[in-house]
């Protein structure tokens, strides 16, 4: 069974949104990502920033980036559920964690903090769904 079609025979909640917006959303959220998590590098190179300031953000990309394989390449609803739990606990700290010397990028970020946030929800609610 196809990847697609194995997300297609999941319950999902009514409120789930349709399978084509998930692509435009995490384009412009990945064009965000990319211009303020660049920045922040740039911060942590020029040493305007400590490490532990840039580490929620590399957690980030890497919870996030592992999202896709856990959830669609192991079929598994339950660690795709800890992985975005992740995804959302490394987004808050690298927010709190930047906002002192870059507020604008704490800023920028708050489409994607809304996005995780339903996201978060949205595989908590397959995942009990579908247990």
């Given at each position: 069974?196809?990847?697609?079609e194995?997300?297609?025979?999941?319950?999902k909640?009514s409120w789930?949104?349709?399978?084509?917006l998930?692509g435009?959303?995490?384009?412009v959220?990945?064009?965000?990502?990319?211009?303020?998590?660049?920045?922040?590098?740039y911060?942590?190179f020029t040493?305007k920033?400590s490490f532990?300031v840039?580490?929620?953000?590399?957690?980030?990309?890497i919870?996030?980036?592992?999202?896709?394989p856990i959830q669609?390449?192991l079929r598994?609803?339950?660690?795709a559920a800890?992985?975005?739990?992740?995804?959302?606990?490394?987004?808050?700290?690298?927010l709190?964690?930047?906002?002192?010397?870059?507020?604008w990028?704490?800023?920028?970020?708050?489409?994607?903090?809304?996005?995780?946030?339903?996201?978060?929800?949205?595989?908590l609610?397959?995942?009990?769904?579908?247990?």
């Open positions: 069974m196809k990847t697609y194995w997300y297609q025979t999941l319950i909640p789930a949104p349709p399978a084509w998930f435009p959303v995490w384009t959220l990945y064009v965000l990502i990319a211009a303020s998590y660049g920045y922040v590098g911060l942590y040493k920033i532990i840039l580490l929620p953000f590399l957690l980030n990309l919870f996030n980036l592992i999202f896709t669609f390449g598994s609803n339950l660690l800890v992985d975005i739990l992740l995804v959302l606990s490394t987004l808050v700290w690298a709190l964690a930047i906002y002192p010397f870059a507020k990028v704490a800023f920028i970020n708050g489409p994607y903090l809304l996005w995780v946030c339903f996201a978060t929800v949205l595989q609610t397959v995942t009990f769904l579908n247990w």
